[in-house]
């Protein structure tokens, strides 16, 4: 503990409390970021090959295929599908199903947001940190009068500017990865709605084969 407080008091005589607002944010990012990793991973986030031929095999009629492969995976998506595949099509169950999909697809955004609000405050907090630590060094320029060493408000400056630093190195990487997992959940509704439209408009073949399939499966 002692070393840890020591090194806080080097940071906040370093930056004051900005960065250590900046270095809080930025654990708490990391924290973030490892989380939803985790999340999507468990979740099977982007493997949906298994899903997909399912959806394949269904809009071939090969009904039995199609809940096989359904069965050999543990996406989040899987009890979405397996409903849309078990019951009579119809307006009621499309919306029923697109909702469920929302519902999960919810679950995995959470966190985003904070990112999001991390990403755009950590610059403006490091640039408040170089304007209070400008105010800071002209206050001492000022008290000095006629005999001002240069040194002085240059390092004063210096230290403000390391606010601005620190707000970019925690704003600009919490960014890239926001982009990252953003474009990830994109890709996931895309395959939702593409897999969905694929169930609730089977081929004729398929179609013929609902009957079948609700007795096999159904609830």
């Keep these: 503990m002692t070393m840890i407080q020591s090194a806080l008091l080097q940071v906040l005589d370093l930056g004051g409390p900005v960065v250590l607002v900046l270095l809080a944010t930025s654990v708490l990012a990391t924290a973030l970021v490892l989380y939803k990793i985790w999340q999507y991973q468990i979740a099977r986030v982007g493997r949906h090959r298994q899903l997909s031929l399912a959806v394949e095999a269904w809009d071939r009629g090969d009904v039995t295929q199609a809940m096989a492969n359904l069965q050999q995976t543990k996406s989040y998506l899987a009890p979405v599908l397996h409903m849309a595949l078990t019951q009579a099509p119809s307006r009621k169950l499309s919306d029923r199903t697109e909702a469920e999909a929302e519902v999960r697809f919810s679950r995995l955004e959470q966190g985003l947001g904070t990112l999001d609000l991390i ?101």
């Design 119 to 219: 990403a755009q405050l950590a610059p403006l907090l490091g640039l408040f940190g170089t304007v209070l630590g400008m105010i800071e060094a002209f206050k001492k320029l000022e008290a000095a009068g006629s005999s001002v060493d240069p040194s002085m408000l240059a390092g004063g400056i210096w230290v403000a500017l390391f606010t601005t630093a620190a707000g970019l190195a925690v704003a600009m990487p919490t960014s890239m990865v926001l982009s990252w997992l953003t474009a990830r959940m994109q890709r996931e509704r895309v395959f939702a709605n593409r897999a969905l439209s694929t169930v609730f408009a089977p081929t004729a073949t398929a179609a013929t084969k609902v009957e079948e399939l609700r007795a096999a499966y159904g609830s």
